[in-house]
């Protein structure tokens, strides 16, 4: 039993150690952060982590007009747009269907 009453001792030293250290290291990490908060705000600095232009800067640009996008949709519906007036015209122009209603033409 004496061997495992100096094990269970030297692990607490070691947890009470590895715990120690760490507070400590907190401690000076906390420490540091508060410095340059300190620091920071009695220079009256403001630090722009993004880096990023204004947005004036930005969006004053060139402007450009309208700008047409061709996806899938739009493609399919000039397409079946331009079936369809070809498919009227067709109608009208090589079939009887206007002498059928002369009131309408």
Do not use: C
Not at 15 to 43: G, I
Not at 53 to 62: I, L
């Amino acid at each position: 039993m004496a061997k495992t009453e100096e094990k269970d001792l030297d692990l607490e030293e070691l947890v009470a150690s590895v715990t120690q250290s760490t507070d400590e290291e907190q401690t000076a990490e906390h420490e540091e952060v508060s410095d340059l908060k300190e620091e920071a705000e009695s220079e009256g600095q403001r630090i722009d982590i993004l880096n990023l232009p204004p947005r004036r800067t930005v969006h004053d640009g060139a402007r450009t007009g309208f700008r047409l996008r061709w996806n899938g949709i739009l493609v399919r519906f000039i397409i079946l747009t331009v079936i369809v007036l070809a498919g009227i015209s067709y109608i009208m122009l090589y079939t009887d269907v206007p002498s059928l209603f002369p009131d309408l033409f």
